[in-house]
């Protein structure tokens, strides 16, 4: 599987343009999904034309969770591309314009070897793809803790791979037997994490490909 990042704080590729908030491309088994849609949509739809990447090609949306920074540049994606499915926790309402919009409120297999930890601590969700590896995490803010989502992974799958916003995290340990982490977003702390796991840390940031899994 291929992730793109799409939005984030720091940008990768400096022809693009950095915002507080979080959307990356997954591209797995066939299909193109999504990962939230930043705060912003015009800095989204510019970051993904200069991807070469056009709103028509995503076949289905993943919204983790109700904070603006990662459901705002949503009404200006479905503008573009009306024909999506998106998932969405409870948490997350008024989306309009879509072909479909599903709410999951627990663990759900989406499609084949994609799935969803389901609303967790009523505020987020995160995506769950396995792999021969194991299981990659795609999280954007660790609202209800990195331990929780990644439990609630390992029921799918053993994690091997973490990817996305994981705000004040400091429980390194828990990132001891994974394989491959990109913190991205709101993480605070980074450099720690760097620090402590520098063979498993991949730097995140605005047009950053990432190739996870086999």
């Known amino acids: ?20 908030g979080f959307a990356c491309l997954i591209e797995a088994y066939g ?5 939230d849609t930043g705060a912003d949509g015009t800095i989204l739809l510019n970051n993904m ?26 009404s200006a994606f479905l503008h573009e591309n009306p024909q999506v499915r998106v998932y969405v926790p409870p948490s997350v309402r008024g989306i309009h314009n879509a072909r479909e ?17 389901g609303e967790l601590e009523h505020i987020e969700q995160a995506m769950v793809i396995t792999t021969e590896q194991g ?3 795609i999280v954007g803010c660790s609202h ?6 990644l439990e609630t992974a390992s029921q799918v ?3 091997f791979a973490l990817l996305g916003g994981l705000h004040g995290f400091a429980e390194f340990d828990l990132l001891a037997d994974l394989e491959v ?30 190739h996870l899994g086999s």
Not at 189 to 202: A, F, G, N, T
């Open 31 to 35: 299909r193109s999904i999504l990962f």
């Open 101 to 117: 919009v599903i709410s999951i409120d627990r663990p759900i297999q989406l499609r084949e070897q994609v799935f969803s930890t």
């Open 181 to 210: 982490v990109c913190p991205a977003h709101c993480t605070r702390y980074k450099e720690q994490i760097k620090s402590r796991y520098p063979q498993k840390y991949v730097e995140a940031g605005v047009g950053a490909v990432i």
């Open 157 to 159: 799958a053993q994690p």
């Open 49 to 74: 034309a200069l991807a070469g990447i056009h709103p028509t090609e995503i076949d289905e949306v993943f919204i983790s969770h109700a904070h603006f920074d990662h459901v705002g540049g949503l």
């Open 1 to 20: 599987m291929k992730a793109t990042i799409l939005y984030d704080n720091t940008v990768w590729d400096t022809d693009m343009q950095a915002d507080w």
């Open 135 to 137: 299981a990659v995490v």
């Open 144 to 149: 209800p803790g990195v331990k929780t989502i």
